[in-house]
């Protein structure tokens, strides 16, 4: 038997999640699909394809049906594997953006999700900042960071994603006022609504806006096409607002009506 290189694998791993993302994104707008109509979109075949759904449905962003596959129920979030390679160059552009908007020498929260992963990702060679973190995947980046003091909150590590969450970690996040607060949300709305999905990583998201002097949202515009069950808080709530494009003119505007900075990394 003939072993792949290590180089392969990983670059055949890297197609199937570039792949992945688009499944999930063509269902969330179409609703279902046919696997046969899903091959011939991404010009792969029909047992590539089932591959494919097999290993979304594992994670829990998509339900498999007879012939086809469904987007699975709204009040469910994306697995964390297929969330960090969504729009993951816009991601990078964003990152670099909000990284640049912090100086040094300041104190700043940085929460949960891939984007403000990426964001601490440029900040890694920056001097004389405190970081306020409920993201082990954060800690881990900045780690090794020389001139980065890192500060955990505690409480409950939620697996899946690393993130730490619960009374705990909001009763932690209280004792602090910091500089900064780099935030991300699982989805927007037109109305300017910051939405999220589990209760407890939505009271810890309060505590870090309520305790920040200025609040950076980080999201790049597939956020505008998902939806989520909880309000953590709006634009009213968000000095600026880094982003690829914003695709929608009512949130344009709710951003220009609230004084919100926004700036976009990819605006045509």
């Given at each position: 038997?003939?072993?792949?290189?290590?180089?392969?694998?990983?670059?055949?791993?890297?197609?199937?999640?570039?792949?992945?993302?688009?499944?999930?994104?063509?269902?969330?707008?179409?609703?279902?699909?046919?696997?046969?109509?899903?091959?011939?979109?991404?010009?792969?075949?029909p047992q590539t394809?089932?591959?494919?759904?097999?290993?979304?449905?594992?994670?829990?962003?998509?339900?498999?049906?007879?012939?086809?596959?469904?987007?699975?129920?709204?009040?469910?979030?994306?697995?964390?594997?297929?969330?960090?390679?969504?729009?993951?160059?816009?991601?990078?552009?964003?990152?670099?953006?909000?990284?640049?908007?912090?100086?040094?020498?300041?104190?700043?929260?940085?929460?949960?999700?891939?984007?403000?992963?990426?964001?601490?990702?440029?900040?890694?060679?920056?001097?004389?900042?405190?970081?306020?973190?409920?993201?082990?995947?954060?800690?881990?980046?900045?780690?090794?960071?020389?001139?980065?003091e890192v500060i955990?909150?505690?409480?409950?590590?939620?697996?899946?994603?690393?993130?730490?969450?619960?009374?705990?970690?909001?009763?932690?996040?209280?004792?602090?006022?910091?500089?900064?607060?780099?935030?991300?949300?699982?989805?927007?709305?037109?109305?300017g609504n910051l939405?999220?999905?589990?209760?407890?990583?939505?009271?810890?998201?309060?505590?870090?806006?309520?305790?920040?002097?200025?609040?950076?949202?980080?999201?790049?515009?597939?956020?505008?096409?998902?939806?989520?069950?909880?309000?953590?808080?709006?634009?009213?709530?968000?000095?600026?607002?880094?982003?690829?494009?914003?695709?929608?003119?009512?949130?344009?505007?709710?951003?220009?009506?609230?004084?919100?900075?926004?700036?976009?990394?990819?605006?045509?």
């Open positions: 038997m003939v072993q792949r290189p290590k180089s392969d694998e990983n670059a055949s791993r890297d197609l199937a999640a570039v792949r992945q993302v688009r499944l999930v994104e063509h269902l969330g707008g179409a609703g279902h699909a046919k696997v046969e109509d899903l091959a011939q979109l991404l010009g792969v075949t394809i089932r591959g494919d759904l097999r290993q979304l449905d594992e994670q829990g962003a998509v339900s498999r049906v007879r012939g086809g596959a469904m987007l699975r129920s709204r009040l469910d979030n994306i697995g964390y594997h297929s969330r960090q390679a969504m729009a993951a160059d816009a991601k990078g552009r964003i990152g670099k953006a909000a990284a640049d908007l912090v100086p040094d020498g300041v104190s700043l929260f940085i929460n949960i999700g891939t984007t403000v992963e990426a964001v601490a990702t440029f900040l890694a060679q920056r001097q004389r900042l405190m970081v306020v973190t409920n993201n082990l995947n954060v800690a881990e980046i900045l780690a090794d960071a020389r001139g980065i955990v909150a505690g409480g409950r590590l939620r697996a899946e994603d690393r993130a730490v969450v619960g009374p705990l970690t909001v009763d932690f996040l209280g004792a602090f006022k910091v500089d900064y607060a780099v935030i991300g949300a699982s989805a927007l709305d037109a109305d939405l999220d999905f589990d209760i407890d990583e939505i009271k810890v998201s309060q505590s870090i806006v309520a305790h920040a002097r200025h609040v950076v949202l980080v999201a790049d515009s597939s956020k505008l096409s998902r939806h989520a069950p909880v309000r953590f808080a709006t634009m009213n709530d968000v000095d600026t607002f880094v982003t690829d494009r914003i695709t929608d003119p009512r949130l344009a505007q709710i951003c220009a009506e609230m004084g919100v900075r926004v700036i976009a990394t990819d605006p045509a």
